[in-house]
């Protein structure tokens, strides 16, 4: 199982990035999709999720109507896009994949991505 994110770097306050996680080696149209982020000294925090067929999608509040989260399961990879970056945005963002499949929970992160916002 592999999760691999990409796009990260730096980036000026108001500006954009696109965060892609491609994912490897297992079913990945049936696990619900997420981006968390880790915050220097701070804990790990969901920042958006979607739904194994992408018909749901959910944020934090510090990110909605900045961020959005996409998936294409014909590529095995899911999106997020960051927009009106804000300095506070830096961090480590992470690709998660869960799944229930009855009494056993599938969860698989990836190896994280930085992503600096600053002038």
């Known amino acids: 199982v592999q999760l691999v994110e990409s796009g990260g770097g730096l980036v000026q306050p108001g500006g954009s990035l696109r965060l892609s996680c491609a994912a490897s080696?297992?079913?990945?149209?049936?696990?619900?999709m997420s981006w968390y982020r880790q915050p220097p000294g701070k804990e790990r925090e969901l920042v958006a999720v979607?739904?194994?067929?992408?018909?749901?999608?959910n944020y934090a509040d510090s990110v909605k109507g900045r961020f959005t989260i996409s998936r294409d399961n014909a590529k095995n990879t899911v999106y997020l896009q960051m927009n009106s970056l804000k300095p506070e945005d830096t961090a480590v963002y992470y690709c998660?994949?869960?799944?229930?499949?009855?009494?056993?929970?599938?969860?698989?992160w990836g190896q994280g991505t930085q992503v600096t916002v600053s002038s």
């Open positions: 998660n994949a869960r799944t229930v499949v009855g009494p056993w929970k599938y969860v698989y």
């Open positions: 080696g297992f079913t990945f149209s049936t696990y619900d």
């Open positions: 979607i739904s194994s067929a992408g018909g749901s999608t």
